[in-house]
């Protein structure tokens, strides 16, 4: 299986911690040249490779971005989009703040749509893009109604990016991770922590490394004819 990214450029955003973080591990054990992006000052990642500070609800941070990974590398290859927030309180649909419904669509929806604009027109020859999705964008859930929203949105936006580019060579893909471990899901008690591991027939969560290698494997020239597509880390989750 052809896992190599020798001389690849990849681009991760939300590569601070968690997911991205692992993410941008595995894609340099694999030979890639990285560039992590989070929206605070990346200090708890080794040192991978190039690293910046960007917003990516602010289309001109975003186009910034890619425009200095250009500069620097000459290309870009891989993109993995893992920014994204949780919704931390739990409110039903007719009890939601809009504010708190704009910010959630305005990170997880809006700010992978400005990613991608601007990662796909700088792809010039060829690449991979994986958004980071989730299993609540595939099903519904009581009280998450703008985390679900922005979740399903993504996978529909990974869909029709997946049409609309593969002549050019791009594959647009996304990865669903069930209940993961990062600092993300901050659950307050040990018995809310088990009825999330409850929730997978694999009886525990997920980790980072774990989501991490199916975004590796869609990015690699091993998943070379699978575009459009959504592959579920969630420890049997959905298949209930």
Not at 122 to 128: E, K
Not at 139 to 151: I, R
Not at 170 to 191: H, M, S
């Amino acid at each position: 299986m052809d896992l190599d990214l020798t001389e690849k450029v990849a681009l991760i955003t939300g590569a601070g911690s968690g997911i991205g973080a692992a993410c941008a591990q595995q894609l340099s054990e694999m030979g890639a040249r990285v560039v992590l992006a989070d929206i605070a000052p990346i200090v708890a990642v080794p040192c991978l490779g190039s690293a910046l500070t960007v917003d990516v609800t602010d289309g001109d941070q975003v186009r910034g971005m890619v425009d200095q990974v250009l500069e620097h590398f000459g290309a870009l290859d891989i993109a993995v989009n893992c920014a994204g927030v949780g919704m931390p309180v739990k409110a039903a649909t007719a009890e939601t703040d809009f504010a708190e419904w704009r910010r959630l669509l305005s990170i997880n929806l809006d700010g992978a749509f400005l990613c991608m604009r601007a990662e796909l027109a700088a792809m010039s020859r060829g690449g991979s893009i994986v958004n980071i999705a989730s299993v609540m964008g595939l099903v519904g859930t009581p009280g998450a109604g703008p985390y679900v929203s922005s979740k399903h949105g993504l996978i529909g936006l990974t869909k029709s990016a997946a049409l609309e580019y593969a002549a050019d060579g791009v594959r647009v893909n996304a990865v669903a991770p069930g209940f993961i471990d990062t600092p993300l899901l901050r659950e307050p008690d040990d018995k809310a922590r088990q009825s999330l591991s409850a929730a997978h027939p694999l009886g525990r969560l997920g980790t980072a490394e774990e989501v991490a290698a199916a975004a590796v494997f869609l990015a690699s020239p091993a998943a070379s004819f699978i575009t459009g597509s959504v592959l579920p880390v969630d420890g049997g989750y959905l298949a209930r």
